[in-house]
């Protein structure tokens, strides 16, 4: 959710609020839009200058022992993380169970 300050008292309140809740300031569309046109103008500038710590995480995130094993042994082909690959494999042999115990 957006937040903005309110031009009296500095705190912080939502997009969709009329009035302040702290100091009780009739918040009007022109007031809220100017603020909504600096905050986007600070995003496209904080996106110009780099990115932050969170999302330089996201961007490259590490590998996994198992999930570096897997892409050397198929090479990258799949690009799919270890959980990808081992859950539905793990999932696969317990049916093969099953089937053989009710079978028995």
């Known amino acids: 959710m957006v937040s ?6 500095k705190k912080r309140m939502s997009v969709f ?6 100091c009780g300031f009739i918040m009007t569309d ?3 839009d100017r603020q909504l046109k600096e905050l986007e103008k600070q995003e496209r500038e904080a996106s110009l200058k780099g990115s ?6 996201l961007k490259h995130p590490r590998a ?5 094993r897997i892409n050397t042994i ?7 993380g270890w959980t990808e690959m081992v859950v539905p ?6 049916i093969i169970i099953l089937v053989l ?3 028995m």
């Open 101 to 103: 115990i009710m079978f």
């Open 89 to 94: 494999f793990i999932i696969f042999l317990l």
């Open 4 to 9: 903005i300050t309110c031009p009296k008292c």
């Open 30 to 32: 022109e007031e809220r």
């Open 52 to 57: 932050s710590a969170p999302e330089r995480a």
């Open 17 to 22: 609020d009329v009035v302040c809740f702290h």
């Open 64 to 68: 996994h022992k198992i999930e570096k």
């Open 74 to 80: 198929s090479l990258g082909l799949f690009k799919i």
